[in-house]
T-cell receptor, first 117, second 114 residues
Framework: DTGVSQDPRHKITKRGQNVTFRCDPI?????LYWYRQTLGQGPEFLTY????????KSRLLSDRFSAERPKGSFSTLEIQRTEQGDSAMYLC???????????????FGPGTRLTVT | AQSVTQPDIHITVSEGASLELRCNYS??????LFWYVQSPGQGLQLLLK??????LVQGIKGFEAEFKRSQSSFNLRKPSVHWSDAAEYFC????????????FGQGTRLTINP
């Protein structure tokens, strides 16, 4: 078990460009979450998947944001036409579905820090 | 709607001193409660969690937390801090059902004086 990994760790982009981040969850976890953390704040929920199905999206997730988890394993988060307000740390977490013999807790990756210039 | 308040933005304690970080939550029922720690530029590491049962829970790195339903609080404590405890600490509540997404407080930054 290598934990949750995210790639890239840092991304600098110019306003208006598209960016894509990847998250690889812990292999046996079927739930995957995306959070956004701005400077000096706690993480805020963006969206979550159970297997390949995206079951909930926050109102923070504007139509410029799209997330996928095509085979129920890794996930991608794409931001189109980036804005300076998108600058933040994007965190991915994974967990087991409750009742699968594992207590409910989310394991976080190291995050992708996005800077939009 | 769920919410979490961490009243202290920044706390400074001396190495070896005791520590208490405050957390108050708002939720319609008994939520799942968590404390996470975040070192600079890193993701979050779970320190401890409360789901049900004994209201005093033990975690990693010598931390403990006490759930007080009457005060809607879940304060984190450590009897003697070490310089390596300097970090940002986040309290979070989770829904027992459904998406079980986490709602985090603003965080408390802990500085340790030598």
């Amino acid at each position: 078990d290598t934990g949750v990994s995210q790639d890239p760790r840092h991304k600098i982009t110019k306003r208006g460009q598209n960016v894509t981040f990847r998250c690889d969850p812990i292999s046996e976890h079927n739930r995957l979450y995306w959070y956004r953390q701005t400077l000096g704040q706690g993480p805020e929920f963006l969206t979550y998947f159970q297997n390949e199905a995206q079951l909930e999206k926050s109102r923070l997730l504007s139509d410029r944001f799209s997330a996928e988890r095509p085979k129920g394993s890794f996930s991608t988060l794409e931001i189109q036409r980036t804005e300076q307000g998108d600058s933040a740390m994007y965190l991915c977490a994974s967990s087991s579905q409750p009742g699968q013999g594992s207590s409910y807790e989310q394991y976080f990756g190291p995050g992708t820090r996005l800077t939009v210039t | 709607a769920q919410s979490v308040t961490q009243p202290d933005i920044h706390i400074t304690v001396s190495e070896g001193a005791s520590l208490e970080l405050r957390c108050n939550y708002s939720y319609g029922a008994t939520p799942y409660l968590f404390w996470y720690v975040q070192s600079p530029g890193q993701g979050l590491q779970l320190l401890l969690k409360y789901f049900s049962g004994d209201t005093l829970v033990q975690g990693i790195k010598g931390f403990e937390a006490e759930f007080k339903r009457s005060q809607s609080s879940f304060n984190l404590r450590k009897p003697s801090v070490h310089w390596s405890d300097a970090a940002e600490y986040f309290c979070a509540v989770g829904e027992p059902q459904g998406a079980q997404k986490l709602v985090f407080g603003q965080g408390t930054r802990l500085t340790i004086n030598p």
